[in-house]
């Protein structure tokens, strides 16, 4: 099993920036892809950021030029550092894994608890 626990959320002024961490942990043997989503009271939830174990990047359309997504291998930790936040930035942001865990080399998707995120004046 993996346990994701994210930190960093808050409250923001638009323009403001936060970084987000997501600590990932358990009987991890490789993490493919690690990344954020976000859900907006209302809306669906959506991809924010993600990024493979090689390094490969893909952002929502939204979020580019803005947030940067990076991740330390070694630690197992993710990170979202947003910056130029706005009020539609506002939602609960999830940390996201593709990990391949225990003795049975099983592989599967893993959620955190999720992390609110406030950008308003």
């Known amino acids: 099993q993996v346990q994701l626990v994210e930190s960093g959320g808050g409250l923001v002024q638009p323009g403001g920036s936060l970084r987000l961490s997501c600590a990932a942990s358990?009987?991890?043997?490789?993490?493919?892809?690690m990344g954020w989503y976000r859900q907006a009271p209302g809306k669906q939830r959506e991809l924010v950021a993600t990024?493979?174990?090689?390094?490969?990047?893909n952002y929502a359309d939204s979020v580019k030029g803005r947030f940067t997504i990076s991740r330390d291998n070694a630690k197992n930790t993710g990170y979202l550092q947003m910056t130029s936040l706005k009020p539609e930035d506002t939602a609960v942001y999830y940390c996201?894994?593709?990990?391949?865990?225990?003795?049975?080399?099983?592989?599967?998707?893993?959620w955190g608890q999720g992390t609110q995120v406030t950008v308003s004046s």
């Open positions: 358990g009987s991890i043997l490789s993490i493919n892809v």
């Open positions: 990024m493979t174990s090689g390094g490969t990047t």
């Open positions: 996201y894994v593709d990990a391949v865990s225990g003795f049975l080399r099983r592989k599967g998707d893993y």
